[in-house]
T-cell receptor, first 113, second 112 residues
Framework: DQQVKQNSPSLSVQEGRISILNCDYT??????FLWYKKYPAEGPTFLISISSIKDKNEDGRFTVFLNKSAKHLSLHIVPSQPGDSAVYFCAATAIQGAQKLVFGQGTRLTINP | DAGITQSPRHKVTETGTPVTLRCHQTENHRYMYWYRQDPGHGLRLIHYSYGVKDTDKGEVSDGYSVSRSKTEDFLLTLESATSSQTSVYFCAINGADYNEQFFGPGTRLTVL
């Protein structure tokens, strides 16, 4: 049973436009959500996170939106740059306890010049 | 960068042989984690540690054991490697504000 799902395996966006990556979750116990970026042959790099007490968090070009009622979160990248081409993973956890992350399958983002 | 190193970075082994992967941190963090990454599955938690000699199972712990005798080192052992354990293994530690995890560079393991 996949508790965190990223239903788009890949996404292609033109440079300068907005990239929107989506993630759905099923477990109501999750109250903290994270996005990671991964280049080939490297470990995942933390991008941005959001607590369930918020519905939006911004960090530069990256914004994460959380819709708790729909159990849905999205990552917006504006403007998209060629260096953003990577695999993006969303992850969820419960703050209380051991912070065990549950990951989605990942979305491969390609930024076209 | 979080001070996490993994060794070896690449390993090829044969079915039935024991394999140990090492994760080393310089941050003195209490929590350490082992994940594996496979196509179509994202990353999945194998085992984690919440202190020296304190470990617990994750989602996909069958066939794996761990040990943590020092704060800085977390070892993952495959007692008898199988082809299904061919994967990329990542170690992680919690960040300063505790909720984020930071990952090592990974170990690519191939079991023939």
């Amino acid at each position: 049973d996949q508790q965190v799902k990223q239903n788009s395996p890949s996404l292609s966006v033109q440079e300068g436009r907005i990239s929107i990556l989506n993630c759905d979750y099923t477990n109501s116990m999750f109250d903290y959500f994270l996005w990671y970026k991964k280049y080939p042959a490297e470990g995942p790099t933390f991008l941005i996170s959001i607590s369930s007490i918020k519905d939006k968090n911004e960090d530069g070009r990256f914004t994460v939106f959380l819709n708790k009622s729909a159990k849905h979160l999205s990552l917006h990248i504006v403007p998209s740059q060629p260096g953003d081409s990577a695999v993006y993973f969303c992850a969820a956890t419960a703050i209380q306890g051991a912070q065990k992350l549950v990951f989605g399958q990942g979305t491969r983002l390609t930024i076209n010049p | 960068d979080a001070g996490i190193t993994q060794s070896p970075r690449h390993k090829v082994t044969e079915t039935g042989t024991p394999v140990t992967l090492r994760c080393h941190q310089t941050e003195n963090h209490r929590y350490m984690y082992w994940y594996r990454q496979d196509p179509g599955h994202g990353l999945r938690l194998i085992h984690y540690s919440y202190g020296v000699k304190d470990t617990d199972k994750g989602e996909v712990s069958d066939g794996y054991s761990v040990s943590r005798s020092k704060t800085e080192d977390f070892l993952l052992t495959l007692e008898s490697a199988t082809s299904s354990q061919t994967s990329v293994y990542f170690c992680a530690i919690n960040g300063a504000d505790y909720n984020e995890q930071f990952f090592g560079p990974g170990t690519r393991l191939t079991v023939l």
